[in-house]
């Protein structure tokens, strides 16, 4: 089972710009889909982006959107999230996922923490003001 390793977070003022990276620890070419996932103290897990692993598609919350762009690595061995205009409601711990789930048709469903069945340990983002 592949594993994932986030990095990249750190503290940032606001309005500035962080580049989160989960690197895979083998190949991915079982995977479907990957995805960026945040989550602070007493709150659920809340999506952030995901793409698609093989055509490339992606999906952005609506909060993030203009502001955060999710690519895949070179020889899609990683995922990225370029964040940029940085917000005061934007420090979590971000976690990257994975899932070998075919989410094509239901590409809506990307956007579902229970779709996926590998996760990292997490990156800690803060911003200050």
Do not use: H
């Not at 955060?68 to 996922?97: H, W």
């Amino acid at each position: 089972q592949v594993q994932l390793v986030e990095s990249g977070g750190g503290l940032v003022q606001a309005g500035g710009s962080l580049r989160l990276v989960c690197a895979a620890s083998e190949r991915t070419d079982s995977v479907s889909t990957m995805g960026w996932f945040r989550q602070t103290p007493g709150k659920e897990r809340e999506f952030v982006a995901a793409i698609n692993w093989n055509g490339g598609s992606t999906n952005y919350a609506d909060f993030v959107r203009g502001r955060f762009t999710i690519s895949r690595g070179m020889a899609k061995s990683a995922v990225l999230l370029q964040m940029n205009s940085l917000e005061s409601d934007d420090p979590a711990v971000y976690y990257c996922a994975a899932t070998l789930r075919t989410l094509d048709t239901n590409w809506w469903r990307s956007a579902f923490a229970s779709e996926y069945d590998t996760w990292g340990q997490g990156t800690q983002v803060t911003v200050s003001s």
